[in-house]
T-cell receptor, first 113, second 114 residues
Framework: GNSVTQMEGPVTLSEEAFLTINCTYT??????LFWYVQYPGEGLQLLLK?????DKGSNKGFEATYRKETTSFHLEKGSVQVSDSAVYFC????????????FGKGTTLSVSS | DGGITQSPKYLFRKEGQNVTLSCEQN?????MYWYRQDPGQGLRLIYY???????QKGDIAEGYSVSREKKESFPLTVTSAQKNPTAFYLC?????????????FGPGTRLTVL
């Protein structure tokens, strides 16, 4: 079946450090891929997405490239800020109408000044 | 503003009581979803609905019930049969077709059983 695996946290960084959160997936066909962010006590917000191989999603300095050959969608940011501290979820959609997203377990990022 | 609302934000209940969590959306989405979130476990799907008056069980439906009488509304009832109901509950919605599967989430309800 379809699944998402992301690196376990917590990830602890200093401000302005480089961030990578790894995400790999297993899916049949051609899924769409997403990164969501959750700030403390809130719901999830879409951070970025990619719908086909080699697409790069980007938003707020974050980037992720859909790599079909390595079944990966790693999240990167060149210089993190304290305000980026949150939980990040990688997710896939199998592109079948009405099916739910499949989420990874989430990675907690903590950035200190 | 279009979006999803969940109420209440915090909910307390005594053991043995049923409780209903509200979820409303004005995005004109056909599909709606309920997830449960526990620390370190990510999101687990409870129920989802693609159209009015129809819904399907997710991965952890035992002890929960839902209804979908209106397109805009998808309330979740946590019954006394749910053995460990204390958790953060998230409602989401999405287009049924024509989109990339992107889901929009509400702010969540934190349920605590006393």
């Amino acid at each position: 079946g379809n699944s998402v695996t992301q690196m376990e946290g917590p990830v602890t960084l200093s401000e302005e450090a480089f961030l990578t959160i790894n995400c790999t997936y297993t899916a049949t066909g051609y899924p769409s891929l997403f990164w969501y962010v959750q700030y403390p006590g809130e719901g999830l917000q879409l951070l970025l997405k990619a719908t086909k191989a080699d697409d790069k999603g980007s938003n707020k300095g974050f980037e992720a490239t859909y790599r079909k050959e390595t079944t990966s969608f790693h999240l990167e940011k060149g210089s993190v800020q304290v305000s980026d501290s949150a939980v990040y979820f990688c997710a896939l959609h199998a592109n079948q109408a009405g099916t739910a997203l499949i989420f990874g377990k989430g990675t907690t990022l903590s950035v200190s000044s | 503003d279009g979006g999803i609302t969940q109420s209440p934000k915090y909910l307390f209940r005594k053991e043995g009581q049923n409780v209903t969590l509200s979820c409303e959306q004005n995005l004109n989405h056909d599909a709606m979803y309920w997830y449960r979130q526990d620390p370190g476990q990510g999101l687990r799907l409870i129920y989802y609905s693609q159209i009015v008056n129809d819904f399907q069980k997710g991965d952890i439906a035992e002890g929960y019930s839902v209804s979908r009488e209106k397109k805009e509304s998808f309330p979740l009832t946590v019954t006394s049969a749910q053995k460990n109901p204390t958790a953060f509950y998230l409602c989401a919605s999405s287009m049924l077709a024509g989109g990339s599967g992107e889901q929009f989430f509400g702010p969540g309800t934190r349920l605590t059983v006393l």
